[in-house]
């Protein structure tokens, strides 16, 4: 099991503890304790899950130049970002493959998206 998945889970676990806390309506410290939990683990999560979801809310696209099209007929799209990053996608990435890379980069998981359907 790769570390991104193990993090991702690890966050979905403490997203819903710490809306358990919310909805409980004791402070972070009593809170935790009743339930065993380290405090400073807590607010640690609370922060982290914090930051991670302002930055999913924000919806912040960047601006995308458009230049000459490629000249290698293996390559369908070429995406260079602005951090020197180069994603090509090669002729083979139908529609599907192109939407499930898109989800996966924005944190969607497609495989649960297809069960809830």
């Not at 999913?56 to 130049?65: D, E, G, L």
Request: glycine share 6%; charged share 25%; proline share 4%.
């Amino acid at each position: 099991m790769s570390s991104r998945r193990i993090n991702s889970e690890k966050a979905r676990l403490w997203q819903a503890r710490i809306k358990q806390q919310k909805a409980s309506g004791l402070p972070i410290n009593r809170f935790c304790y009743e339930q065993g939990w380290n405090s400073h683990t807590f607010k640690y999560w609370k922060k982290k899950c914090s930051e991670s979801s302002s930055l999913v809310s924000s919806k912040k696209f960047v601006p995308v130049h458009v230049s000459n099209p490629v000249r290698d007929s293996r390559v369908r799209s070429r995406i260079e970002l602005p951090n020197g990053v180069v994603v090509e996608l090669g002729n083979d990435l139908g529609e599907g493959g192109i939407s499930t890379l898109i989800k996966t980069l924005c944190g969607v998981n497609p495989a649960s998206e297809r069960r809830s359907t």
